[in-house]
């Protein structure tokens, strides 16, 4: 039996989105570990060679990071990495609190001991990234703290549009990790940990809402001494 040109047709659709979709999760990697910057140019040959794939797939995956808000296109000149306005940033950081606020209320009225637990390790390992002075490792342990928060409140809805403005942020975010802002913000993780675990919701919620406001103030700080002439 042979199939009809039409399923001919489906499963070829499909084999190219599922490429274009592991094309975008390489290039979205490469943005949010800073190998890629903000402002750069990326073109469909410089990527299709390296990635050993055409550059169908490349171009559909500019469309979808563009739809995740990591680039941007620009008529007659190309693709460019976004390079987030500060004032972007600050109004990301208070959506994300308004929506973590919820995320700790909710967390504390419904979390399984074994789910604290699993929490209360990621934040151990926060702290010993944090004391070892391993920024890349924070980082990424810090995007599973966070993301795993969001799986746990099982609203998928909130999920997607968090994590949208969490790659947004990816720049700022690693500008932050300093030595002393890496201590801190363990120690607030260990915070946000304990209310759960309690079962306080107010006092979960607002553990939340405030690590990511102090997260804010950081970036604006940082941002203003960027622009005082050395």
């Known amino acids: 039996m042979s199939p009809t040109p039409s399923t001919q047709a489906a499963i070829a659709q499909l084999q190219g989105n599922s490429l274009a979709n592991l094309v975008q999760t390489e290039i979205e990697r490469m943005i949010l570990d800073g190998e890629i910057g903000p402002g750069e140019k990326l073109t ?46 600050l109004e990301i950081f208070e959506v994300r ?43 990424r342990i810090n995007l599973q ?45 260990r915070q946000i940990v304990k209310a759960i675990a309690a079962g306080d919701a107010e006092a979960a919620g607002l553990a939340m809402y405030q690590h990511v406001m102090n997260s804010r103030e950081r970036t604006l700080r940082n941002h203003e001494k960027s622009k005082i002439p050395a």
Do not use: W
Request: no cysteine; hydrophobic share 45%.
């Open 44 to 89: 469909e040959a410089a990527l299709a060679d390296p990635l050993g794939v055409s550059r169908g797939p490349v171009r559909e995956a500019f469309r979808m990071l563009e739809e995740a808000g990591l680039v941007r296109t620009e008529k007659n000149r190309g693709v460019f990495v976004r390079d987030v306005p500060i004032e972007e940033a």
């Open 97 to 139: 609190a308004a929506m973590d606020l919820y995320v700790g209320r909710k967390l504390a009225q419904t979390l399984r001991p074994t789910e604290v637990r699993e929490l209360r390790q990621l934040a151990d390992a926060m702290d010993r990234s944090a004391k070892a002075g391993n920024a890349p490792d924070y980082h």
């Open 145 to 189: 703290f966070h993301d795993r928060l969001l799986a746990l409140a099982g609203n998928a809805k909130l999920v997607a549009t968090y994590r949208k403005l969490i790659k947004e942020l990816s720049l700022f975010r690693r500008k932050n990790l300093t030595d002393e802002a890496m201590t801190v913000s363990a120690r607030e993780h």
